[in-house]
């Protein structure tokens, strides 16, 4: 019983391993639903219920969400970003007063510890992300917006600051996207200030031009 109940378990191990490199890699989108069980049955080579175990288990880590009568779709890329998912909730104000904390004291790091190479990244990011705006392309507004600050943070090379930040990744594109929705297309706020603050090696200012614009958009948005 012993040895059987390993090698289950070991199996069960398996699928989640590859599950969840599915959903880290961007093979399944989060948002998007997972193939249906009969095809993940057949292309992991296993039981019904080693799958359905699979499953639970990710759900429970908060990666995937089952949806009786419509499937199951990913929630989240990292246990991490679960979690922060669950405690955030659907709380804008929740999601921007986490972002100040982190991203102020990531800005400071950032403006002392960054590359140049890693500073001419940053500079290409928020260009195409003005030319997006200035396209009126919102969802590529969106997307560059939400790399920009993950690169940020990333120059700070506090590798658990960094990780702590990479968790809240859903959560920080779905505040950008609700705030980009909400603001009039005009009066999109300006990371130019931050640039140039990082750029100058400037860490006092970095991190209140970052505090500064988040607070901006709590004002906004935070009722």
């Excluded at 639903?33 to 080693?50: F, Q």
Aim: glycine letters at 8%.
């Amino acid at each position: 019983m012993p040895l059987a109940t390993t090698r289950r378990a070991g199996l069960v191990d398996q699928v989640i391993d590859q599950m969840r490199a599915a959903i880290a890699g961007g093979e399944w989108p989060v948002g998007q639903r997972i193939p249906p069980e009969p095809e993940l049955v057949t292309a992991l080579g296993v039981g019904r219920n080693t799958v359905r175990e699979a499953v639970r288990a990710l759900s429970h880590a908060g990666l995937l969400e089952v949806r009786q009568g419509d499937g199951t779709f990913v929630r989240a890329t990292s246990e991490l970003s679960g979690a922060v998912r669950r405690l955030c909730g659907s709380e804008l104000r929740d999601v921007l007063q986490v972002r100040r904390v982190l991203e102020v004291e990531g800005a400071r790091l950032a403006a002392v510890n960054r590359t140049d190479d890693e500073l001419r990244r940053l500079t290409e990011l928020l260009a195409e992300r003005d030319e997006a705006m200035s396209a009126k392309d919102w969802e590529l507004l969106v997307e560059r917006d939400a790399a920009f600050h993950v690169l940020l943070v990333q120059l700070s090379h506090n590798t658990l600051l960094a990780e702590l930040y990479q968790g809240l990744t859903e959560a920080v594109r779905a505040s950008i996207n609700a705030t980009v929705e909400r603001d009039h297309e005009d009066d999109q706020i300006s990371h130019a200030g931050l640039l140039e603050a990082v750029r100058d090696g400037d860490p006092q200012r970095a991190a209140a031009e970052a505090g500064g614009f988040l607070e901006q958009l709590l004002e906004r948005h935070g009722d």
